[in-house]
């Protein structure tokens, strides 16, 4: 059931305002206009803009929704491939212009190198939990060049949980990181179901990427807790 993707649709077709939710393990309800995700450059945050400005050769963008950083990087002459797992949102990318898109599993997708993998938007995210870390940074690191970077955002969560008065925080005790949260999607009265997502703080991303071989930058600092990295491999 993709009401990611039909509530894109529904927005493209005909401007339908109906808002996407967002319920998560830590008890939060979000909403989420489907408007959003059609944003321009000049609308997107900071660390997203200075992460489009980082991107160099050829680009994948993981998880590119309907295309967004692709028609920016086209216009400034970038060679960038979509990449989504939901098809409704792959067929608005090519529809808005995408030169190339592909709906695929991140896991699955084998067709090319690039320079540059994008993971906006969290996309770290896709990973689920640590453990799944290895497995997803093992195989991006065989859709890179040698030389390419990947960029991605995150944040550190921490925030969501409450302090003691010795500066202590209270985290659960269900789940290996505080980081690793569970989603459901909610729109036009249907529930999807479950899916994991990932969040890492810096420190954590920063020790969990040096046991697989990268190293880490970080580029930039969000006004949340958010942050822009760079990760390289340390030897291809």
């Not at 994008?118 to 991006?140: C, D, E, R, S, W």
């Not at 970077?149 to 921490?158: A, G, K, V």
């Not at 949340?224 to 030897?235: C, G, I, N, Q």
């Amino acid at each position: 059931m993709d009401l990611f993707g039909k509530a894109l649709m529904d927005y493209y077709t005909d401007q339908s305002q109906g808002l996407l939710r967002s319920r998560s393990s830590l008890n939060t309800l979000e909403e989420v206009p489907a408007s959003y995700f059609f944003r321009d450059f000049e609308s997107m945050p900071a660390l997203e803009q200075e992460a489009l400005r980082q991107c160099r050769g050829s680009v994948l963008d993981i998880g590119c929704g309907v295309g967004s950083h692709c028609l920016y990087l086209q216009k400034t002459g970038r060679d960038c491939t979509g990449m989504d797992s939901s098809s409704e949102a792959i067929e608005i990318a090519l529809k808005r212009g995408v030169e190339s898109a592909s709906c695929s599993d991140i896991l699955k997708y084998q067709s090319r190198k690039y320079d540059t993998l994008l993971l906006m938007m969290n996309g770290i995210g896709i990973a689920g939990t640590l453990k799944g870390l290895p497995v997803f940074l093992g195989h991006l690191k065989t859709l890179l060049k040698p030389g390419g970077q990947i960029l991605m955002d995150s944040s550190d969560l921490i925030y969501m949980f409450d302090a003691d008065e010795d500066g202590g925080v209270w985290v659960p005790g269900d789940v290996a990181y505080y980081g690793e949260v569970s989603y459901q999607w909610e729109y036009d009265g249907q529930i999807g179901p479950t899916f994991p997502w990932l969040f890492l703080d810096f420190n954590t991303l920063k020790n969990e990427v040096a046991m697989l071989g990268f190293e880490v930058e970080m580029i930039m600092k969000g006004p949340h807790f958010d942050y822009l990295a760079r990760l390289t491999p340390l030897s291809m």
